[in-house]
C-alpha cells in the first residue's frame, strides 16, 4: 500500500460498534424498538471510506402516524406534564448522566457516521450534548408567568394572571454536522418545557440517535415521551411537518429547507424555529498580533471540515495586515489536513457524503472560473473517502457565488478592507445574519462594530464559542427565533391568559 493510500485508510470499528452496526433497522416508539411497516431502508455511508456500514429505516405515513400518536397520547394523558417539575428535571439529569458514561461508544459512532475525528466528537461534540442536558434540566423548575392587574376594571374586581404552558407535541428535526449535539439541543429544552416530541435525526447522520433512544429508555422516560423516527427528509421529515397532532416544529438545516418548512407549516399554523445557514464574517483589524490571530481566523472555518452554520467563511483583513494573515492561515495547513475519522491524530476529517463532496468542488471550480485565485488548497486527496483540503480564495468579487452562497466545507474567501464603515457594510452585505467574529485589541472598535453587524452573534477575538446559557439564532434568511437559554426554552411554550372575576 502506498503512503497516501496508508493515510486515508480508515481505522478498524470497536466491537461496540460493530454491534451497533449489526442492528435490525427499526424506529423507537413507546419506549420500544419497533419494525417499519413498510420495506424500505437507507444505505448509511462511512464518509471516510465511501463505503456502506448499515441501513436504517426508511420511515413511511403509517410510521409517523403511529410516532405521532404515541407522542399526542404521552402529552394528552399528562404522564409528562403531570410529573411534579422536579421529576422531570432529575430525569433530564440521569439522561444527561449515561450520555456522559457512553462518551467513547458514542464519539466513535459519532466519527463513523459523519466523518469527524473522533478526537474532536470526544471532546466537543459528546461533552456539548451532556452540558446542554445539564443546563436545561434547570429550567423544567423555573418556568413560570406572571399577575398582571387588568387596566380597565376596578381594582380588586378581578384576579388575572398569564400561565406559560408547553407547546404540545414538537417534531424535531435535526441536522447532520453535530448530530448529537443538535439532538440535544432540540430535545433538552422540549422536555424542560413538557413537551412530548417525535426526533428526526438527519438520514446521513441518524446512528448517534438511535443510540440516544436507548438511553431515553435507560433513564426511565415514560413510554411516548421520546419517539424516534429515521428516513428521508423530503419524505419522514414533511410527513412530521405538515401532521395536524404536531404543534411545534423545531428545524436546523439550511435556509432552502427551512424556508420550505416554514411554508408547510403555515397550513396547521404550528409554532417554527428554525435555525438556518451563515455566511459568517471574520473581521481582523490592524492592530492585532497576526502571528496570534491567524490560527484562530483558521480555526474559524476549518473546524469541523467548514460543515458548521457559523464557519467564519468571509475573511475581512485590513489591507496593511492581510497578506501576513494569509500566510499565518497557510501556516496551519497540515494541522487542518483531513484525515479519516477514526485516525487519533485527525483534526479535520471527511465531508459528510458524496453530494457534500461534490458540493464543496463544485463550488471551488465555480470560484475559480469566475476568477478567484487559489491561496492554499483547492485540491481533494487521492482518497476513497470524501476528503477536501482546507482552501482559500483570494481576488473575490462581491457578486461570485463564492462570496454570496453558504458553502459549509473548508473554503473561505478573503478580502481587503480600509475602514470600519467599509467593512460593516461589506460584512452585511449578505442575506444571512448568523455570526461574526471581530479581531483587534481596540475595545472602543469591537463594541462598535458589535452593534453594526447584523448578526445573531457576535464574537470578540474568537468564533464559534457556543454556550447553552446564551440565545442563538440568526438574522435575516439565518432563521426564525433562537435556541438554548431562557429563550430555547420558551420556544416549546404558549402563554394563556386567565382572567377571573371575583
Not at 432529575?90 to 458514561?101: T, V
Request: hydrophobic share 40%.
Amino acid at each position: 500500500m502506498n503512503k497516501i493510500a496508508d493515510i486515508y485508510q480508515q481505522k478498524p470499528y470497536s466491537d461496540t460498534a460493530q454491534r451497533m452496526l449489526l442492528r435490525k433497522p427499526q424506529i423507537f416508539i413507546n419506549n420500544e424498538w419497533a419494525d417499519s411497516t413498510g420495506d424500505d431502508t437507507l444505505a448509511v455511508i462511512d464518509p471516510s471510506s465511501g463505503r456502506e456500514i448499515t441501513r436504517i429505516v426508511e420511515a413511511n405515513s403509517e410510521d409517523v402516524n403511529r410516532a405521532v400518536a404515541a407522542a399526542r397520547t404521552a402529552f394528552d394523558d399528562g404522564r409528562w406534564t403531570g410529573l411534579p417539575a422536579i421529576a422531570r428535571e432529575q430525569m433530564i439529569h440521569k439522561l444527561a448522566d449515561l450520555i456522559e458514561a457512553h462518551t467513547d461508544e458514542l464519539a466513535e459512532l459519532e466519527a463513523i457516521d459523519n466523518g469527524k475525528p473522533i478526537g474532536m466528537a470526544r471532546a466537543v461534540d459528546i461533552p456539548a450534548a451532556v452540558n446542554m442536558f445539564r443546563y436545561t434540566a434547570g429550567w423544567a423548575t423555573k418556568i413560570s408567568g406572571e399577575t398582571i392587574e387588568p387596566m380597565s376594571t376596578p381594582g380588586g374586581a378581578f384576579h388575572s394572571y398569564v400561565r406559560r404552558e408547553p407547546a404540545g407535541v414538537a417534531g424535531l428535526i435535526v441536522p447532520w454536522n453535530f448530530p448529537l449535539i443538535m439532538v440535544a439541543n432540540k430535545v433538552a429544552p422540549a422536555l424542560a418545557a413538557g413537551c412530548t416530541l417525535v426526533l428526526k435525526p438527519a438520514e446521513q447522520t441518524s446512528l448517534t440517535a438511535l443510540r440516544f433512544a436507548d438511553l431515553v429508555a435507560e433513564a426511565g422516560f415514560p413510554p411516548g415521551v421520546v419517539n424516534v423516527i429515521t428516513g428521508n427528509g423530503h419524505l419522514a421529515g414533511d410527513l412530521l411537518v405538515k401532521h395536524p397532532d404536531v404543534d411545534k416544529i423545531g428545524f436546523t438545516g439550511s435556509t432552502e429547507i427551512g424556508k420550505l418548512i416554514n411554508r408547510n407549516a403555515t397550513d396547521t399554523l404550528k409554532y417554527v424555529t428554525l435555525e438556518l445557514g451563515g455566511k459568517s464574517p471574520v473581521i481582523i483589524l490592524p492592530d492585532v498580533d497576526v502571528s496570534e490571530v491567524s490560527p484562530g481566523a483558521a480555526q474559524a472555518v476549518f473546524f469541523n471540515s467548514g460543515q458548521i452554520c457559523v464557519a467564519g467563511s468571509r475573511l475581512y483583513a485590513h489591507r496593511s495586515i492581510f497578506d501576513r494573515v494569509l500566510e499565518g492561515i497557510a501556516e496551519t495547513a497540515d494541522f487542518w489536513a483531513p484525515r479519516p475519522s477514526l485516525d487519533p491524530e485527525g483534526h479535520a476529517g471527511a465531508l459528510v457524503s458524496k453530494e457534500q463532496y461534490e458540493r464543496v468542488r463544485g463550488y471551488i471550480e465555480a470560484g475559480k472560473k469566475a476568477g478567484a485565485a487559489i491561496a492554499m488548497g483547492g485540491d481533494a486527496p487521492s482518497a476513497d473517502g470524501y476528503f477536501v483540503n482546507p482552501t482559500v480564495l483570494v481576488d473575490v468579487k462581491p457578486e461570485m457565488s463564492v462570496v454570496r452562497e453558504e458553502i459549509f466545507g473548508p473554503v473561505v474567501v478573503a478580502q481587503r478592507f480600509d475602514d470600519l464603515d467599509e467593512v460593516a457594510k461589506q460584512a452585511n452585505n449578505s442575506v444571512y445574519g448568523l455570526g461574526a467574529s471581530v479581531w483587534t485589541k481596540d475595545l472602543t472598535a469591537m463594541h462598535k462594530l458589535a452593534a453594526k453587524i447584523k448578526a445573531g452573534t457576535v464574537w470578540g477575538n474568537s468564533h464559534s464559542l457556543i454556550d447553552p446559557a446564551l440565545p442563538f439564532g440568526g438574522y435575516k434568511e439565518s432563521g426564525i427565533g433562537r435556541e438554548q437559554g431562557r429563550y430555547g426554552v420558551e420556544s416549546f411554550t404558549q402563554l394563556k391568559s386567565v382572567i377571573i372575576k371575583l
